[in-house]
């Protein structure tokens, strides 16, 4: 017979056949005792009257039912499966995807509507819902990096997260692109793995060791895909009271307009030092089908080769369903001894 050429993966659990006997045994006991308090207390006459009472054969084959409902549930605990045969399963992988978004004041810039920073949010919030279920993280950086949401699959919770970021959340001033991605690539957990740094910024950096941490990047088998946002021949920096909508420019110290340039030289060479790419999105809207199939995508394939395992074919699905059988075989059995019968047989 088939499963005669079944092996166990789990042999040991084969001493759980001791607690079901133990289990079947108390229920003995408390038969035995249910009993002997009925008698004490009824006669045989006035039980058959007053109680729906089962018969012993009634009794032990229900008894006997969970019994072998116990001792199929332990042999599927063993784990049968089948000598010789393999299947194909999958193991859930994902990729893993940092957004690096810039929060320094240069992205206050309205040559994108309604301002750099603005559009980013929207961007970034767009391209997660085409995700999937990948998970995704984000860090703000100005003059220095936070990790404002680890990596999670919680896509609401990362939304929640992104709609509260402004030019305050990385609480330092400046633009340094190089220690936001040492910041993303410690976001990351340890090991290999698909993993994704998608950089949002107007490349207004002053890092000088930018292109020292794209390496480590690269290093670490970590792709750039960097979004270039504003323009490249520069724009003023205007802000705009949100109580009384008055629009002011931001000055220096020597009361210059300070002018905000998109440097997509430097965001285009960090990105290839990685081997991934640069989208010089300037003032005009984000291609984000083009980045998902360009770059995204790819990315999840890669996670998902690797993603099946060959493993032996399990039958433990026949001594769960025995299993199951067996026990609302014993559950009709006792809903039986509800239909008290008359003398002679007769309901």
């Given at each position: 017979?088939?499963?005669?050429?079944?092996?166990?993966?789990?042999?040991?659990?084969?001493?759980?056949i001791?607690?079901?006997?133990?289990i079947?045994?108390g229920?003995?006991v408390?038969?035995?005792?249910?009993?002997?308090?009925?008698?004490?207390?009824?006669?045989?006459?006035?039980?058959?009257?007053?109680?729906?009472?089962a018969?012993?054969?009634?009794?032990?084959?229900?008894?006997?039912?969970?019994l072998?409902?116990l001792?199929?549930?332990?042999?599927?605990?063993?784990?049968?499966?089948?000598?010789?045969?393999?299947?194909?399963?999958g193991?859930g992988?994902?990729?893993?995807?940092?957004?690096?978004?810039?929060?320094s004041r240069?992205?206050?810039?309205?040559?994108?509507?309604?301002?750099?920073?603005?559009?980013?949010?929207?961007?970034?919030?767009?391209?997660?819902?085409?995700?999937?279920?990948q998970?995704?993280?984000l860090?703000?950086f100005?003059g220095r990096?936070?990790l404002?949401?680890p990596?999670t699959?919680?896509?609401?919770?990362?939304a929640t997260?992104?709609?509260?970021?402004?030019?305050?959340?990385?609480g330092?001033?400046?633009s340094?692109?190089?220690?936001?991605?040492?910041g993303?690539?410690?976001?990351f957990?340890?090991?290999?793995?698909?993993?994704?740094i998608?950089?949002?910024?107007?490349?207004?950096d002053q890092?000088?060791?930018t292109?020292?941490?794209a390496?480590?990047?690269?290093?670490?088998?970590?792709?750039?895909?960097?979004?270039?946002?504003?323009?490249e021949?520069?724009?003023?920096?205007?802000?705009?009271?949100?109580?009384?909508?008055?629009?002011?420019?931001?000055?220096?110290?020597t009361g210059?307009?300070?002018?905000?340039?998109?440097?997509?030289?430097?965001?285009?060479?960090?990105?290839?030092l990685?081997?991934?790419?640069?989208?010089p999105?300037?003032?005009?809207?984000?291609?984000?089908?083009?980045?998902?199939?360009?770059?995204?995508?790819?990315?999840?394939?890669?996670?998902?080769?690797?993603?099946?395992?060959?493993?032996?074919?399990?039958?433990?699905?026949?001594?769960v369903?025995?299993?199951?059988?067996?026990?609302?075989?014993?559950?009709?059995i006792?809903?039986g001894?509800?239909?008290?019968?008359?003398?002679g047989?007769?309901p």
């Open positions: 017979m088939p499963f005669l050429d079944w092996t166990n993966a789990e042999p040991g659990r084969v001493h759980l001791w607690l079901a006997l133990a079947v045994g229920l003995v408390l038969e035995l005792r249910r009993r002997d308090a009925m008698d004490a207390f009824l006669s045989p006459v006035m039980q058959r009257r007053l109680t729906a009472h018969g012993m054969g009634r009794v032990i084959a229900r008894l006997v039912l969970v072998l409902a001792v199929f549930g332990v042999f599927a605990a063993m784990r049968p499966q089948a000598r010789g045969e393999t299947e194909v399963v193991v992988a994902s990729a893993d995807v940092m957004f690096v978004l810039d929060t240069s992205m206050l810039a309205e040559d994108a509507s309604p301002n750099r920073l603005a559009r980013a949010k929207a961007e970034i919030g767009q391209l997660v819902d085409k995700l999937g279920p998970r995704v993280g860090v703000a100005a990096p936070v404002v949401c990596l699959p919680d896509h609401s919770f990362f997260v992104l709609s509260t970021i402004d030019t305050r959340s990385a330092r001033g400046g340094r692109v190089g220690d936001a991605l040492k993303a690539l410690r976001g957990p340890p090991g290999q793995g698909a993993r994704l998608v950089l949002i910024t107007d490349g207004d890092d000088q060791y292109e020292e941490a390496k480590l990047v690269r290093d670490a088998s970590v792709k750039i895909v960097a979004v270039g946002l504003g323009s021949t520069g724009s003023e920096i205007t802000l705009t009271d949100p109580q009384t909508g008055a629009r002011t420019k931001l000055l220096d110290k210059t307009p300070v002018i905000s340039k998109l440097d997509g030289d430097k965001l285009r060479k960090i990105a290839l990685t081997e991934g790419a640069y989208v999105a300037g003032t005009s809207a984000v291609d984000l089908g083009a980045i998902m199939e360009s770059h995204i995508a790819p990315l999840v394939k890669q996670a998902s080769a690797g993603a099946v395992r060959v493993v032996p074919a399990e039958r433990y699905i026949w001594m369903l025995a299993s199951l059988a067996c026990l609302l075989a014993s559950l009709w006792g809903a001894a509800g239909r008290r019968e008359a003398p047989g007769q």
